[in-house]
C-alpha cells in the first residue's frame, strides 16, 4: 500500500477547516436572517395596532356589534323611507269536478276546476300574500276569510284589486312580481301571456313587472297526481316616501304629474 505524505495530510486539514469556516459562515448568515425577520415581524405588529387604534378613532362605530350597526342603518332607512321590502307567498287548492279552472283571471279549459270560497285562483291567491306579507299586512285570510259570505265566488281579481289599494294607502309601489303555478295538467304555456296583462291591468303595472312560470312535478305529490294546483310568488315593493311628487293631475301627461305608471286621469278614474 502506498504511505500517506505529509502533502497529503496537510490538504485533508484545509479541507476540514475551510468546511469548518463555512458552517461558521452558515450558521452567522441564519442568525442574521432570523434577526432580521423578528425585527420586520415587530415592526408589522406594531404597525397593525396603530392601524387598528386609528380605525377606532376614525370609525367609532366599529366598535359596535354587528346587529347594532344594522339596526341603527334600519332605523335610519325607515325614517328616509328609503327601504326595499320582500314578500313570498304559497297557496294550494284542490281539484274537484263541476268547478271552472280560474287562473290569473283566465279560465282555461279542463275537467276539473280548483275548490275554494272564492274562485280559488290560486296563482292570484299565492300574489296577493306575496304583496300583503312585503307591506307586513297579513295574509288573504285575514282580509277575506272564508267564514265571509261576501266573498263567496267572488273573482279574485277583485281581491287583488283591493289589495293593489291596501299597498296604495301605505304609499307602496310594486316593483316586480314573480310567480309559478305548479300543476301537473293541463298545459299553461298558452294562457300565460293573458295571465300578466290581467294582474298588471288590475294592479297599475307594466307587463314587464309580471313574470309567470309553469311547471310540473315529476307526477310526485298531489300536484303530479292531479289531485291539485298550487303556486309560488314573491314581489318586490318600495315605499313612495323617498320620492317628491305633486298630487295633481294633467289630461295631457295622462296622470299626475311626474308619474305615468298610477294609470289615473285627471278625474280619478281609472283609464
Request: some cysteine; overall charge negative; proline content about 2%.
Given at each position: 500500500?502506498?504511505?500517506?505524505?505529509?502533502?497529503?495530510?496537510?490538504e485533508?486539514?484545509?479541507?476540514?477547516?475551510?468546511?469548518?469556516?463555512?458552517?461558521?459562515?452558515?450558521?452567522?448568515?441564519?442568525?442574521?436572517?432570523?434577526e432580521?425577520?423578528?425585527?420586520?415581524?415587530e415592526?408589522?405588529?406594531q404597525?397593525?395596532?396603530e392601524?387598528?387604534?386609528?380605525?377606532k378613532?376614525?370609525?367609532?362605530r366599529r366598535?359596535?356589534?354587528?346587529?347594532?350597526?344594522?339596526?341603527?342603518n334600519?332605523?335610519?332607512?325607515?325614517?328616509?323611507?328609503?327601504?326595499?321590502?320582500?314578500?313570498?307567498?304559497?297557496?294550494?287548492?284542490?281539484?274537484?269536478?263541476?268547478r271552472?279552472?280560474?287562473?290569473?283571471?283566465?279560465?282555461?279549459?279542463?275537467?276539473?276546476?280548483l275548490?275554494?270560497?272564492?274562485?280559488?285562483?290560486?296563482?292570484?291567491?299565492?300574489?296577493?300574500?306575496?304583496?300583503?306579507?312585503?307591506?307586513?299586512?297579513?295574509?288573504?285570510?285575514?282580509?277575506?276569510?272564508?267564514?265571509?259570505?261576501?266573498?263567496r265566488?267572488?273573482?279574485?281579481?277583485?281581491?287583488?284589486?283591493h289589495?293593489?289599494?291596501l299597498?296604495e294607502?301605505?304609499?307602496?309601489?310594486?316593483?316586480?312580481?314573480?310567480a309559478?303555478?305548479?300543476?301537473?295538467?293541463?298545459?299553461?304555456?298558452?294562457?300565460?301571456?293573458?295571465?300578466?296583462?290581467?294582474?298588471?291591468e288590475?294592479?297599475?303595472?307594466?307587463?314587464?313587472?309580471?313574470n309567470?312560470?309553469a311547471?310540473?312535478?315529476?307526477?310526485?305529490?298531489?300536484?303530479?297526481?292531479?289531485?291539485?294546483?298550487?303556486?309560488q310568488?314573491?314581489?318586490?315593493?318600495?315605499?313612495?316616501?323617498?320620492?317628491?311628487?305633486?298630487v295633481?293631475?294633467?289630461?295631457?301627461?295622462?296622470?299626475c304629474?311626474?308619474?305615468?305608471?298610477?294609470?289615473?286621469?285627471?278625474?280619478?278614474?281609472?283609464?
Amino acid at each position: 500500500m502506498p504511505e500517506e505524505t505529509e502533502e497529503d495530510g496537510s490538504e485533508e486539514e484545509m479541507d476540514e477547516e475551510q468546511e469548518e469556516d463555512e458552517d461558521i459562515v452558515q450558521i452567522d448568515e441564519k442568525e442574521e436572517k432570523e434577526e432580521v425577520t423578528e425585527e420586520v415581524t415587530e415592526e408589522k405588529v406594531q404597525e397593525h395596532q396603530e392601524e387598528s387604534e386609528t380605525s377606532k378613532e376614525m370609525f367609532p362605530r366599529r366598535q359596535a356589534s354587528i346587529s347594532q350597526c344594522h339596526r341603527e342603518n334600519n332605523k335610519n332607512n325607515r325614517e328616509r323611507g328609503a327601504i326595499m321590502r320582500v314578500g313570498l307567498g304559497y297557496d294550494v287548492h284542490k281539484l274537484t269536478e263541476g268547478r271552472d279552472l280560474i287562473l290569473g283571471g283566465v279560465k282555461i279549459p279542463y275537467e276539473k276546476g280548483l275548490l275554494g270560497h272564492s274562485d280559488a285562483d290560486v296563482l292570484l291567491h299565492a300574489i296577493m300574500d306575496a304583496l300583503l306579507g312585503a307591506a307586513a299586512l297579513g295574509d288573504i285570510g285575514k282580509h277575506f276569510p272564508d267564514t265571509d259570505e261576501r266573498y263567496r265566488g267572488i273573482s279574485s281579481m277583485e281581491l287583488l284589486k283591493h289589495v293593489g289599494k291596501l299597498l296604495e294607502e301605505k304609499l307602496y309601489l310594486i316593483e316586480n312580481i314573480d310567480a309559478t303555478i305548479i300543476a301537473q295538467r293541463p298545459k299553461m304555456l298558452p294562457y300565460i301571456e293573458q295571465m300578466r296583462e290581467n294582474i298588471a291591468e288590475v294592479l297599475g303595472l307594466e307587463k314587464e313587472q309580471i313574470n309567470i312560470k309553469a311547471t310540473t312535478e315529476e307526477g310526485l305529490g298531489f300536484t303530479g297526481s292531479g289531485e291539485g294546483i298550487s303556486s309560488q310568488a314573491i314581489c318586490a315593493i318600495e315605499s313612495m316616501r323617498t320620492m317628491s311628487y305633486q298630487v295633481f293631475a294633467e289630461e295631457s301627461a295622462g296622470g299626475c304629474q311626474g308619474c305615468g305608471g298610477c294609470r289615473k286621469t285627471s278625474e280619478g278614474t281609472e283609464r
